[in-house]
């Protein structure tokens, strides 16, 4: 009995000093002071175009709400449950070995969404509302899919095939911790989310506030509700409290080999 309580405590150990050094990683990213609401505009019948129309004119009360320093919105945030969304890509000039995975995982953003995040541009520019569904296809890479994909040379300008279109490259952000925080560098990509987006991928709204953080909570459900009553907000939280997902693996193992322990 004492050998495996001993076996089990040592083991709990392990894990909480594993979750320890997991939660002082930092993401890349400022999660803090930023609250999340995620929606389902499918189910509310909305189209793509309803839904770019909504959600500028939703961004704009919100600006104008006190206490509410930026606002921007993406369909995949970062170290959450969902896993984010990948697309198969086809890079100009690369040839792929063998066996390559070439399926990169990717964001797509609203104009404003590097800077609310607090995510680095090392080269080119962000989006903005010059690119529309009818202007010039264009993403932004991350460092590790420069790496990857360009081995140092610059990529600005260089295209990129997804969706069956090319996409030119005009930025590149520094790396961030995507799926897990304990994650080595892997190759991401951002597109301006009024190019690309489809109802059925949902869509998450961020606000950096300035004031508690339940006030700016409370603004995203009132102005939502004020334009349109039927559409439903869940998920509503702190992302700071959303990135934990990434680290529930660890928190379960050190609580399960705990009780373990006790009960040896």
């Known amino acids: 009995e004492v050998a495996l309580a001993v076996v089990a405590l040592v083991g709990a150990g392990l894990f909480l000093k594993s979750f320890q050094q997991a939660r002082a990683i930092h993401p890349g990213f400022a999660p803090e002071g930023v609250a999340l609401a995620r929606s389902d505009f499918s189910s509310a019948g909305f189209n793509a175009q309803q839904i770019d129309s909504f959600c500028r004119r939703l961004r704009q009360r919100l600006e104008q709400t006190p206490g509410i320093a ?9 170290l959450g449950f969902y896993g984010g969304n990948w697309e198969p890509l086809e890079v100009e000039g ?49 460092q590790e899919f420069v790496r990857r994909f360009f081995a140092g040379r610059d990529p600005i300008g260089h295209k ?3 969706w069956g279109e090319w996409f030119t490259i005009v930025g590149v952000a520094k790396n961030i911790k995507y799926h897990s925080l304990t994650e080595s560098p892997q190759p991401f990509f951002y597109i301006p989310i009024r190019q690309i987006y489809r109802p059925e991928y949902g869509l998450t709204l961020h606000v950096r506030t300035a004031g508690p953080m339940a006030d700016a909570m409370a603004s995203i459900r009132r102005e939502t509700a004020a334009m349109d009553p039927a559409l439903m907000i869940f998920d509503s939280m702190p992302l700071s409290e959303y990135i934990s997902a990434s680290l529930y ?16």
């Open 94 to 142: 690369y040839v792929p070995g063998r066996s390559e995975n070439m399926k990169i995982y990717r964001d797509m953003v609203a104009p404003g969404y590097f800077d609310l995040m607090n995510i680095p541009l090392l080269a080119g520019r962000e989006f903005d509302l010059r690119d529309d569904p009818t202007s010039l296809k264009v993403m932004i890479v991350n």
């Open 249 to 264: 693996g660890q928190k379960i193992g050190a609580v399960l080999l705990n009780v373990l322990g006790a009960v040896a």
């Open 70 to 78: 930026a606002v921007s919105y993406d369909d995949s945030p970062p």
């Open 160 to 162: 990129v095939r997804g």
